[in-house]
């Protein structure tokens, strides 16, 4: 029997379907995450294996090195992850390396060793209680983050050593830490400065729109730029423990308009999330959302500057308005720029456009989130429409 006439009583198998679970996450993800495709695969990846179970006895689920400009969304990633798998996008470990540059300041994470000045003062910040905090009943996974780990002291390379290899490390009174159930994720912002050379002297974090890197040759170059600079900082053992080295690319315009429409969702979601009486809807409109992207973004710092940017021109007005009753429940906002005064001005529509404009009934109960979410929705539609006399509103009605 020939290996065709083997074969042929078999049916092919997909490896390259993904779990439902999985690919939620991965769908969640690109939500939050803008121009990172590469690495919110892998990171997805690695969720799949966790769930399958075949993760490598002893070792992390993975060890993973994150690569490139600041302001491109490293750090961003893992807060995003634990969002989507946790609820909150601080339900991580997080290790600022650059409070350990000296090697003395290694105790802080492990501890005093017995005998030693301090030693019962000094708690480790790298417990077992700690890496379990945010399991639960569904989910037994840590995602622990070692932010810039280029500004750490060699002295903390060499402690990662064992937990990076052997998922193992062990306290200054000989407890040992398991980091078995655990995504290691570690980044820097080293060959930064190299690719933002390579991308026709653009800034660091995003790319002019006239650049074009496409180019599968300049793909390939820049992820070698960022991995022979890591190699030049770290050790070849260091290095030989590391899954994944994934390199972040520069941000483009078009990436930097659809985070801009996620910070202003999310300052959204904090108003109707809010304890506040006087829940709102807000729509910026093109010219002001043009002038936030060129207020907000840095040649230097890429798009970290943008939430920054919304906080000062969005979410502080909006607060004074708020203070000061000039916005009251079920009020929209329509955010514009004002092109003679160089600045945003915030304008109404009739009171209450987007709730029921029924008489309130004395005694009835106040207008709940999902009677606002569907007049939110309304609201909306209307202003993505952007007609040319937008103002006045009629009032609209919860349906």
């Known amino acids: 029997m020939d290996a065709n006439s083997n074969t042929s009583q ?12 999985v690919r939620e996450f991965e769908d969640k993800l690109y939500d939050r995450i803008v121009g990172q495709e590469r690495a919110v695969r892998r990171l997805s990846g690695l ?43 601080r339900a991580f470990v997080k290790v600022d390396c650059g409070e350990f540059q000296h090697s003395h300041e290694i105790a802080k994470l492990v501890g005093s060793p017995p005998g030693y000045l301090g030693h019962r003062e000094t708690q480790p910040a790298l417990t077992q209680e700690a890496l379990d905090q945010f399991h639960s009943d569904r989910l037994h996974l840590t995602l622990v983050l070692f932010d810039e780990i280029e500004k750490a002291s060699d002295a903390l390379w060499k402690l990662m050593l064992g937990i990076l290899d052997k998922a193992t490390l062990t306290l200054g009174d000989n407890r040992r830490v398991d980091f078995s159930r655990c995504i290691i994720v570690m980044t820097s912002n080293l060959g930064g400065s190299e690719i933002s050379r390579m991308m026709m002297g653009t800034g660091l974090g995003f790319a002019s729109a006239t650049q074009k890197y496409d180019s599968d040759e300049t793909d390939v170059s820049i992820y070698h730029t960022a991995v022979e600079s890591a190699k030049r900082k770290f050790s070849p053992e260091f290095m030989n423990r590391i899954d994944k080295v994934i390199v972040f ?26 304890q506040a009486e006087n829940k709102f809807v807000f729509h910026c409109s093109e010219p002001a959302r043009q002038f936030l992207l060129k207020e907000g ?52 529509a009739q009171e209450g456009a987007i709730i029921h404009t029924a008489p309130l009934v004395a005694g009835a109960a106040p207008l709940s989130d999902d009677q606002l979410g569907k007049g939110v929705a309304v609201a909306e539609k209307v202003a993505a429409e952007e007609k040319p006399q937008i103002f006045p509103y009629t009032k609209f009605k919860v349906q």
Do not use: C, M, W
């Open 249 to 274: 690319r520069p941000l483009r315009p078009e990436h930097l308009e659809k985070i801009l429409d996620i910070e202003l969702g999310q300052v959204q979601q904090r108003i109707l999330n809010s």
């Open 297 to 348: 973004t840095d040649p230097q710092y890429g798009a970290r500057p943008l939430k920054r940017t919304i906080e000062r021109h969005i979410v502080f007005p909006l607060a004074n308005l708020t203070a000061t009753r000039q916005i009251t429940l079920g009020d929209f906002i329509r955010v514009d720029f004002d092109q003679d005064r160089n600045r945003l001005v915030f304008l109404k």
């Open 47 to 89: 969720f799949q294996i966790y769930q399958s179970g075949l993760t490598i006895p002893g070792r992390p689920i993975g060890n993973l090195l994150f690569l490139g400009p600041t302001g491109s969304g490293k750090t961003r990633l893992v807060e995003a992850a634990a969002e989507v798998l946790f609820g909150d996008e």
């Open 10 to 21: 078999f049916g092919e198998l997909n490896p390259d379907l993904k779990s439902e679970q």
